[in-house]
């Protein structure tokens, strides 16, 4: 991996991919105490540990320069969610690898702002960063996210696998594994 370069602000053609802003907490609390969106994690999050999740995420972007940046409008600067790159948790069977992942907040899904910012970020994982290779899971019924997955080049390997932070038999622990190498990302990229 090459030497981490600071980048405040990635662009595309409708999203900001940017540090967070305090202002950003509490929509992101909002965020995450929706049913819907939490609808494939355990739990929705109280604002306390959503807090604290933004602020982890700010801190990795303030130390490494990347990591599960703040998207919003370009055309109203309105916060609508996370999407990034992130070392995946030692405890995941694939470890170590780099991971790729998304929520925004339910009144901008539908409208492939999630596909748009998870490409800026394979952008900058496959150029900035020069990383080999970058995965993304989700639970196996989250079809939502598996089509994003699929629409950003990603390719399931058929490695399930149960997330070892959930017991086995709770309805999310089966989770599929897609993953996309560079070289995947520069053919369907023209280079």
């Known amino acids: 991996m090459r030497e981490n370069k600071i980048i405040n602000i990635i662009e595309t053609e409708r999203l900001y991919l940017r540090q967070w802003r305090a202002s950003d907490f509490a929509i992101f ?3 995450n105490a929706d049913l819907d969106v939490m609808k494939y994690f355990p739990k929705p999050l109280s604002p306390k540990v959503s807090d604290a999740i933004a602020n982890k995420c700010s801190q990795l972007i303030e130390d490494k320069g990347w990591g599960f940046w703040a998207v919003s409008l370009k055309e109203t600067d309105t916060f609508i969610g996370m999407v990034g790159l992130n070392e995946a948790h030692a405890d995941m069977p694939f470890a170590p690898a780099f991971e ?3 929520r925004l907040h339910k009144d901008y899904w539908g409208q492939g702002y999630a596909t748009e910012a998870a490409r800026a970020s394979l952008h900058y994982a496959f ?3 020069a990383l080999e290779e970058v995965v993304s899971f989700t639970a ?3 079809k939502r996210s598996q089509l994003i997955m699929q ?3 990603m390719t399931d390997t058929g490695k399930n696998f149960y997330h070892p932070m959930l017991e ?3 309805r999310l622990a089966e989770h599929v594994l897609y993953k996309i190498t560079r070289q995947q990302w520069q053919d369907i990229n023209g280079g």
């Open 100 to 102: 790729i992942a998304w």
């Open 168 to 170: 086995a038999d709770h």
């Open 127 to 129: 150029t900035e960063l």
């Open 140 to 142: 196996v019924i989250n």
């Open 151 to 153: 629409r950003i080049g």
């Open 29 to 31: 609390a909002e965020m």
